[in-house]
């Protein structure tokens, strides 16, 4: 059975920094790709940034410039450094793996970004 395992969400200074964990157990090999997406209250879930096994990076618009993504295939973690968050990046933090066709979610993380 797939788990999809969130770690490190919690209350954040406007300006601050946060580190996000996944780790995601139950198969054998890699995951073809491991990410992260968020969901708002009031709006959809919106991609955060993804990271496949050929190294293949997609940021979301708001991520671009303040976050980073990074994966340990070995052991199917995946990692999100956030600097410079703003109150619009509060929001639940899913992690997302995926075995084509099959995708798995987290349960979320949350994160909030006040003072």
């Known amino acids: 059975q797939v788990q999809v395992v969130e770690s490190g969400g919690g209350l954040v200074q406007p300006g601050g920094s946060l580190r996000l964990s996944c780790a995601a157990s139950?198969?054998?090999?890699?995951?073809?790709?491991m990410g992260w997406y968020r969901q708002a209250p009031g709006k959809q879930r919106e991609l955060v940034a993804t990271?496949?096994?050929?190294?293949?990076?997609d940021y979301g618009d708001s991520a671009k410039g303040r976050f980073t993504i990074s994966r340990d295939e070995t052991k199917n973690t995946v990692h999100l450094q956030m600097n410079s968050l703003n109150h619009e990046d509060t929001a639940v933090y899913y992690c997302?793996?995926?075995?084509?066709?099959?995708?798995?979610w987290g349960q979320g993380t949350p994160v909030t970004v006040s003072t």
């Open positions: 997302y793996a995926r075995i084509w066709p099959i995708e798995y």
């Open positions: 139950g198969i054998t090999g890699s995951f073809d790709v």
């Open positions: 990271l496949t096994t050929n190294n293949f990076y």
